[in-house]
């Protein structure tokens, strides 16, 4: 079994919501929680039957229901991330490759742990 943890680095002005489908292609999770509401997203992660918990643009006009109760455990992932950014080399992707990049996250994980 492989890392579970993937990591595509957007060059430049790209848009990080690009590169998700390809990201979430063949990933085993049962439900996908994020932020952005995006169609392609959306429909990628549906065709390889996840539960989708992302809340709708207000001008969608066929909007999905939403489960706010598992939408909170988003803000905990969210404050995770916030934490990490501390760590400039982290914040800022410093690293081309990604075994470095995820090496890193790992010390500032347990510099963070142990703080």
Do not use: C
């Amino acid at each position: 079994m492989g890392n579970p943890l993937r990591f595509v680095l957007t060059p430049g002005q790209r848009h990080d919501s690009k590169p998700v489908p390809e990201l979430l292609d063949g990933l085993q999770a049962k439900v996908l929680l994020a932020d952005k509401d995006s169609d392609k997203i959306v429909q990628s992660a549906q065709a390889q039957g996840m539960q989708v918990i992302i809340p709708s643009k207000v001008n969608r006009k066929n909007s999905r229901t939403l489960d706010k109760h598992r939408y909170k455990a988003r803000h905990l992932v969210e404050n995770l991330f916030q934490r990490m950014k501390v760590f400039h080399r982290v914040a800022t992707r410093f690293d081309k490759l990604d075994i470095r990049f995820l090496g890193f996250v790992h010390i500032a994980s347990i510099m963070k742990w142990l703080h």
